[in-house]
Protein backbone atom coordinates (compact mmCIF):
# COMPACT_ATOMS: atom_id res chain seq x y z
CA UNK A 1 0.00 0.00 0.00
CA UNK A 2 0.90 3.60 -0.95
CA UNK A 3 0.49 6.82 0.94
CA UNK A 4 0.07 9.36 -0.90
CA UNK A 5 1.73 12.68 0.02
CA UNK A 6 -0.30 16.27 -0.88
CA UNK A 7 0.19 19.71 -0.42
CA UNK A 8 -2.01 21.56 1.28
CA UNK A 9 -3.39 24.86 0.05
CA UNK A 10 -5.27 27.53 2.32
CA UNK A 11 -8.71 28.40 1.49
CA UNK A 12 -10.63 31.31 4.12
CA UNK A 13 -8.81 29.68 6.86
CA UNK A 14 -9.29 26.01 6.10
CA UNK A 15 -6.81 23.11 4.92
CA UNK A 16 -7.70 21.63 1.98
CA UNK A 17 -5.89 19.02 0.48
CA UNK A 18 -4.79 19.32 -2.88
CA UNK A 19 -2.22 18.88 -5.37
CA UNK A 20 -1.00 14.45 -5.16
CA UNK A 21 2.62 14.03 -5.86
CA UNK A 22 5.35 11.27 -5.14
CA UNK A 23 3.58 8.05 -3.08
CA UNK A 24 5.66 7.11 -0.41
CA UNK A 25 5.78 3.55 0.96
CA UNK A 26 5.86 2.15 4.53
CA UNK A 27 8.71 0.31 3.62
CA UNK A 28 10.31 4.31 2.15
CA UNK A 29 9.44 5.48 5.97
CA UNK A 30 10.65 2.46 7.59
CA UNK A 31 13.95 3.03 6.27
CA UNK A 32 14.17 6.01 7.08
CA UNK A 33 13.47 5.79 10.20
CA UNK A 34 16.12 2.86 10.34
CA UNK A 35 19.49 5.36 9.23
CA UNK A 36 18.64 7.64 12.15
CA UNK A 37 21.81 7.72 13.96
CA UNK A 38 20.44 6.07 17.37
CA UNK A 39 22.99 6.17 18.80
CA UNK A 40 23.53 9.89 18.92
CA UNK A 41 19.44 9.42 20.13
CA UNK A 42 20.37 7.82 23.27
CA UNK A 43 23.38 9.90 24.08
CA UNK A 44 20.95 13.49 23.96
CA UNK A 45 17.73 10.98 25.30
CA UNK A 46 20.24 10.28 28.45
CA UNK A 47 21.90 13.70 28.70
CA UNK A 48 18.52 15.70 28.51
CA UNK A 49 15.68 13.50 28.10
CA UNK A 50 15.33 14.69 24.67
CA UNK A 51 16.79 14.52 21.06
CA UNK A 52 15.60 15.79 17.93
CA UNK A 53 15.63 14.33 14.66
CA UNK A 54 16.11 16.61 11.59
CA UNK A 55 13.39 15.65 8.73
CA UNK A 56 11.82 12.92 9.73
CA UNK A 57 9.02 13.72 7.60
CA UNK A 58 9.50 15.96 3.78
CA UNK A 59 7.56 19.03 3.59
CA UNK A 60 5.04 16.94 1.09
CA UNK A 61 4.38 14.06 3.92
CA UNK A 62 4.08 16.73 6.80
CA UNK A 63 1.42 18.73 4.30
CA UNK A 64 -0.35 15.50 3.88
CA UNK A 65 -0.51 14.46 7.81
CA UNK A 66 -1.64 18.22 8.62
CA UNK A 67 -4.76 17.71 6.06
CA UNK A 68 -5.76 14.91 7.61
CA UNK A 69 -7.34 16.88 10.35
CA UNK A 70 -10.16 18.31 8.52
CA UNK A 71 -11.31 14.56 7.42
CA UNK A 72 -13.70 13.37 9.48
CA UNK A 73 -13.24 9.79 9.27
CA UNK A 74 -10.28 7.95 10.53
CA UNK A 75 -10.37 9.33 14.35
CA UNK A 76 -11.93 7.72 17.43
CA UNK A 77 -12.53 11.37 19.53
CA UNK A 78 -12.35 14.88 19.30
CA UNK A 79 -10.85 16.78 22.42
CA UNK A 80 -11.37 20.10 22.95
CA UNK A 81 -8.58 21.47 25.45
CA UNK A 82 -10.38 24.37 27.46
CA UNK A 83 -13.01 21.95 27.95
CA UNK A 84 -10.81 19.90 30.31
CA UNK A 85 -8.29 22.40 31.58
CA UNK A 86 -5.78 21.33 29.05
CA UNK A 87 -5.12 24.49 27.52
CA UNK A 88 -6.76 26.28 24.51
CA UNK A 89 -6.63 24.19 21.33
CA UNK A 90 -7.90 20.96 20.17
CA UNK A 91 -6.57 17.41 18.88
CA UNK A 92 -7.60 14.18 17.35
CA UNK A 93 -7.25 10.69 18.36
CA UNK A 94 -6.66 8.20 15.06
CA UNK A 95 -8.41 5.20 15.48
CA UNK A 96 -7.04 2.20 14.50
CA UNK A 97 -6.35 1.26 11.80
CA UNK A 98 -3.99 3.66 11.56
CA UNK A 99 -3.05 5.47 8.37
CA UNK A 100 -0.36 3.58 6.91
CA UNK A 101 2.62 6.14 7.43
CA UNK A 102 2.14 6.95 10.88
CA UNK A 103 1.90 3.25 11.81
CA UNK A 104 4.87 2.61 9.38
CA UNK A 105 6.38 5.22 11.98
CA UNK A 106 5.11 3.48 14.92
CA UNK A 107 6.61 0.32 14.25
CA UNK A 108 9.90 1.59 12.85
CA UNK A 109 10.78 3.48 15.42
CA UNK A 110 9.60 1.09 18.81
CA UNK A 111 12.99 -1.19 18.25
CA UNK A 112 15.07 1.34 17.90
CA UNK A 113 14.07 3.33 21.44
CA UNK A 114 12.62 -0.23 23.24
CA UNK A 115 16.88 -1.14 24.32
CA UNK A 116 17.54 2.90 25.60
CA UNK A 117 13.72 2.21 27.23
CA UNK A 118 14.77 -0.81 29.05
CA UNK A 119 17.99 0.46 30.51
CA UNK A 120 16.12 3.58 31.44
CA UNK A 121 14.36 1.30 33.50
CA UNK A 122 16.97 -0.51 34.74
CA UNK A 123 18.36 2.24 35.95
CA UNK A 124 15.61 3.63 37.85
CA UNK A 125 15.09 0.02 39.42
CA UNK A 126 11.61 -0.33 37.45
CA UNK A 127 10.83 -4.07 37.05
CA UNK A 128 9.24 -3.66 33.49
CA UNK A 129 10.81 -4.55 30.79
CA UNK A 130 10.02 -3.55 27.05
CA UNK A 131 9.76 -6.87 24.10
CA UNK A 132 11.68 -5.92 20.80
CA UNK A 133 9.03 -5.71 18.87
CA UNK A 134 5.74 -3.24 19.37
CA UNK A 135 2.71 -5.42 18.22
CA UNK A 136 3.95 -7.52 21.49
CA UNK A 137 4.12 -4.64 23.66
CA UNK A 138 0.92 -4.00 22.34
CA UNK A 139 -0.53 -6.67 23.00
CA UNK A 140 0.47 -6.36 26.42
CA UNK A 141 -1.17 -3.07 26.89
CA UNK A 142 -4.57 -4.24 25.17
CA UNK A 143 -4.48 -7.57 27.79
CA UNK A 144 -4.48 -4.78 30.65
CA UNK A 145 -7.35 -3.35 29.15
CA UNK A 146 -5.28 -0.05 27.32
CA UNK A 147 -7.18 -1.35 23.34
CA UNK A 148 -7.56 2.32 22.03
CA UNK A 149 -4.83 3.76 20.12
CA UNK A 150 -3.31 7.12 21.20
CA UNK A 151 -1.52 8.53 18.02
CA UNK A 152 -2.85 12.20 17.42
CA UNK A 153 -2.85 15.06 15.47
CA UNK A 154 -3.21 19.06 17.20
CA UNK A 155 -4.01 22.18 15.50
CA UNK A 156 -3.26 25.44 17.52
CA UNK A 157 -4.40 28.48 16.13
CA UNK A 158 -3.31 31.92 17.23
CA UNK A 159 -3.73 32.39 20.87
CA UNK A 160 -3.56 28.70 21.70
CA UNK A 161 -1.48 26.98 23.58
CA UNK A 162 -1.43 23.66 25.44
CA UNK A 163 -0.48 23.11 29.39
CA UNK A 164 2.68 21.31 30.66
CA UNK A 165 2.08 17.64 30.64
CA UNK A 166 2.25 13.77 30.50
CA UNK A 167 0.73 11.80 28.18
CA UNK A 168 -0.32 8.42 30.54
CA UNK A 169 -2.93 6.57 29.91
CA UNK A 170 -2.94 3.18 32.21
CA UNK A 171 -0.58 0.97 33.87
CA UNK A 172 1.52 0.34 30.96
CA UNK A 173 3.58 3.24 29.59
CA UNK A 174 6.37 3.35 27.26
CA UNK A 175 8.84 6.08 28.38
CA UNK A 176 9.55 7.98 25.78
CA UNK A 177 7.42 8.95 22.46
CA UNK A 178 7.57 11.17 19.30
CA UNK A 179 6.25 14.95 18.04
CA UNK A 180 6.55 15.71 14.51
CA UNK A 181 6.20 19.49 13.59
CA UNK A 182 4.24 19.51 10.55
CA UNK A 183 4.50 23.39 10.09
CA UNK A 184 7.09 25.95 9.35
CA UNK A 185 8.09 28.52 12.38
CA UNK A 186 8.52 31.95 11.06
CA UNK A 187 5.88 31.41 8.13
CA UNK A 188 2.99 29.15 8.93
CA UNK A 189 3.11 30.62 12.91
CA UNK A 190 4.38 32.47 15.18
CA UNK A 191 5.36 31.38 18.92
CA UNK A 192 4.31 28.36 19.47
CA UNK A 193 7.66 26.81 20.92
CA UNK A 194 7.67 22.79 22.31
CA UNK A 195 8.48 23.20 25.90
CA UNK A 196 10.16 20.62 28.22
CA UNK A 197 10.17 21.21 32.19
CA UNK A 198 12.59 18.90 34.23
CA UNK A 199 11.95 18.87 37.68
CA UNK A 200 15.26 17.40 39.58
CA UNK A 201 14.97 16.72 43.75
CA UNK A 202 15.64 19.78 45.91
CA UNK A 203 16.24 21.99 42.68
CA UNK A 204 13.91 24.44 40.98
CA UNK A 205 12.31 23.55 37.91
CA UNK A 206 14.66 23.79 34.16
CA UNK A 207 12.90 25.00 31.00
CA UNK A 208 14.14 23.81 27.95
CA UNK A 209 12.81 24.75 24.62
CA UNK A 210 12.97 22.01 21.86
CA UNK A 211 14.27 23.92 18.51
CA UNK A 212 12.10 22.07 16.02
CA UNK A 213 11.52 23.33 11.84
CA UNK A 214 8.97 21.51 9.72
CA UNK A 215 9.53 17.77 9.31
CA UNK A 216 11.78 17.35 12.32
CA UNK A 217 10.86 15.15 15.02
CA UNK A 218 11.35 15.44 19.04
CA UNK A 219 11.73 12.01 20.65
CA UNK A 220 11.29 12.42 24.62
CA UNK A 221 10.93 11.42 28.02
CA UNK A 222 7.06 11.04 28.75
CA UNK A 223 7.15 10.82 32.74
CA UNK A 224 10.78 10.71 34.23
CA UNK A 225 13.81 9.48 33.03
CA UNK A 226 17.46 8.22 34.77
CA UNK A 227 19.92 10.79 35.71
CA UNK A 228 23.65 10.27 37.11
CA UNK A 229 24.31 11.45 40.68
CA UNK A 230 27.30 11.08 42.77
CA UNK A 231 25.60 8.58 44.61
CA UNK A 232 24.16 6.85 41.90
CA UNK A 233 20.97 7.03 39.31
CA UNK A 234 18.35 8.94 40.50
CA UNK A 235 14.95 9.75 38.84
CA UNK A 236 13.66 13.48 37.52
CA UNK A 237 10.84 14.28 36.13
CA UNK A 238 9.45 15.88 32.88
CA UNK A 239 6.36 17.73 31.73
CA UNK A 240 5.52 19.03 28.05
CA UNK A 241 3.57 21.50 26.17
CA UNK A 242 3.32 24.07 23.36
CA UNK A 243 3.62 28.07 24.09
CA UNK A 244 0.93 30.42 23.13
CA UNK A 245 0.60 31.22 19.15
CA UNK A 246 0.82 34.33 18.09
CA UNK A 247 -0.91 33.87 14.88
CA UNK A 248 -1.27 31.53 11.88
CA UNK A 249 -2.04 27.72 12.18
CA UNK A 250 0.40 25.28 13.79
CA UNK A 251 -0.14 21.15 13.47
CA UNK A 252 1.57 18.32 15.45
CA UNK A 253 1.71 14.73 14.72
CA UNK A 254 2.19 12.76 18.20
CA UNK A 255 3.05 9.33 17.69
CA UNK A 256 3.06 7.39 21.47
CA UNK A 257 3.73 3.83 21.80
CA UNK A 258 1.83 2.40 24.49
CA UNK A 259 -2.07 2.62 23.94
CA UNK A 260 -5.29 4.01 26.41
CA UNK A 261 -8.17 2.37 28.91
Known amino acids: MTIASARRTTVDGGITVAETVAPVTPVAIEARVDSVDWKQVQAELDAQGWAVVPKLLTHAEADFVAGLYHQEEGFRSHVIMARHGFGRSEYKYFGYKL???????????????????????????????????????????????????????????????????????????????????????????????????????????????????????????????????????????????????????RHTLGVIFHDAV
Not at 103 to 117: D, M, N, S
Open 99 to 249: PPLIQALRTAAYPHLAPIANQWHERMGKQMRFPDEHAAFLDRCHQAGQTRPTPLLLEYAAEDYNCLHRDLYGEHVFPMQIAILLDQPGEDFMGGEFVMTEQRPRMQTRAMVLPLRKGDAAIFAVNSRPMKGLRGDYQVKLNHGVSKLYSGK
